[in-house]
């Protein structure tokens, strides 16, 4: 068979895509359930870092989550409460004027979470930070990023990076104070926190995070 | 037909040294440089590039008799491309972790110039096995070499090795201090050039002759 010949190569074109296009569909759709259940999964384990939640507890995060979260409420700009549940499944790069707000309890204190969402370097950079029920103490962060440079940007997803957020004063009459400076410029240690150094793009969008995600829930601070 | 006789074992065996494909053939220098910043990258990223590339050469091997010679080049990166698909697909579905971890290296498998380079240069003449071979083969040699440049950037870069420190907390008290050269990409242009020196050095074979 001549397989230089234009009406072969056209007939060959069009099989092979329709196979791939085929093949691909099946297997996108065969395995969508235990995706989407993966998805969730990781999203529950990355809420309840932000609550420094042990690695043990976080081998079954659905338990986990029943254990420590008790409603994910979803609150408007004015910081009222719109509804209890339903916050979970607003995803962080969607956020507009319905903010979701976890609701959680840690030996027996109140806890909020707040979805963060923003640009690092090459991509998405997100996460989530957790603080007392007086609003204005950090209790713990996670960081996550879609492909920051490894050993550099990528480093805010280390325990070294997260655990210096804990403690440090959230915001102040709504107005969010928790921020992120070059790396060893840090004035004021009651809010400030060292950035990575090399990392730089990455810390300074980690701290743009925290200005725009955080700053819409002024009026929730200030309730 | 003989599985493992001296000229398959060649095949196998020759991109590991020889002829690396980055060290000698000087292909896929671009992922070398973005993953090899820390070790643990540089072992996942060589470790998907080899069962890619095994798995592309088989496939075109089988069509090389049918694929038509002007529109190779689109079918091997067809291939390549839904390979890597599948791949990541399926890692999503039943290793959630694993493909997290991988997010950008997946995408950046189906550039990868060494892919394009053994499908057209070898699985369009050979038969499958043989095929089979020099990917794995291939993406072994890749994978080494990118574990070498990974091992010296976390070492020196970031005083760890896979993320578990080696280099102990009191050399920092007594002022060793890491290189943030290291991790930045130039480091890695400059290692795998040691690299080739130390190669070419040791293989006369491979000089260029002056004339």
């Known amino acids: 068979m001549n397989t230089n010949s234009n009406s072969y190569t056209i007939i060959y074109a069009s099989v092979m895509v329709i196979i791939v296009a085929f093949v691909l569909a099946f297997i996108s759709s065969s395995l969508k359930d235990r995706q989407d259940t993966n998805v969730r999964l990781d999203k529950m384990k990355q809420v309840l870092s932000s609550l420094n939640v042990s690695a043990d507890e976080l081998r079954d995060p659905e338990q986990a989550y029943q254990k420590y979260v008790q409603a994910d409420q979803i609150i408007d700009m004015n910081g009222n409460v719109v509804s209890e549940r339903g916050g979970f499944d607003i995803e962080s790069k969607k956020i507009d004027n319905q903010l979701p707000l976890y609701v959680c309890n840690v030996n027996g204190e109140t806890k909020y979470i707040a979805p963060l969402y923003g640009a690092g370097l090459w991509g998405p950079i997100w996460g989530y930070v957790s603080f007392n029920s007086d609003k204005k103490t950090v209790y713990g962060t996670y960081f996550s990023h879609e492909g920051e440079t490894p050993g550099l940007g990528a480093e805010i997803t280390t325990e070294k990076f997260q655990s210096q957020f804990a403690g440090k004063l959230l915001q102040e009459n709504g107005k969010v104070k928790l921020s992120v400076v070059k790396n060893g410029k840090v004035q004021d240690s009651a809010c400030e926190v060292d950035g990575i150094s090399g990392g730089t793009i990455t810390s300074k969008g980690v701290d743009a995070m925290l200005q725009n995600c955080l700053g819409k829930y002024a009026n929730f601070f200030n309730k | ?211």
């Open chain 2, 1 to 211: 037909m003989e599985l493992f006789s001296k000229k398959n074992k060649e095949t196998f065996l020759t991109p590991l040294g020889l002829n690396n494909p980055v060290s000698v053939q000087v292909l896929g220098i671009c992922s070398a440089l973005a993953v090899t910043s820390k070790l643990e990258p540089a072992l996942v990223m060589g470790l998907s590039v080899t069962i890619i590339v095994a798995l592309a050469n088989v496939v075109i091997s089988l069509l090389r008799k049918t694929i038509p010679n002007r529109i190779r080049i689109i079918v091997q990166l067809v291939v390549v491309a839904t390979l890597v698909t599948i791949v990541s697909q399926v890692l999503k579905a039943f290793a959630y972790d694993v493909s997290v971890q991988l997010s950008v290296y997946v995408g950046l498998i189906i550039t990868n110039c060494i892919l394009m380079g053994r499908l057209e240069a070898f699985a369009m003449q050979n038969g499958p096995w043989e095929s089979f071979l020099d990917g794995v083969g291939s993406g072994l040699g890749y994978a080494l070499i990118l574990v070498i440049v990974g091992f010296f950037r976390e070492l020196l870069g970031s005083g760890t090795l896979l993320n578990f420190r080696v280099i102990p907390e009191c050399a920092y008290e007594y002022g060793y201090l890491n290189n943030g050269l290291m991790v930045l990409p130039p480091m890695a242009l400059i290692i795998m050039a040691c690299i080739i020196w130390y190669q070419r050095s040791k293989n006369p074979d491979l000089q260029e002759k002056n004339n």
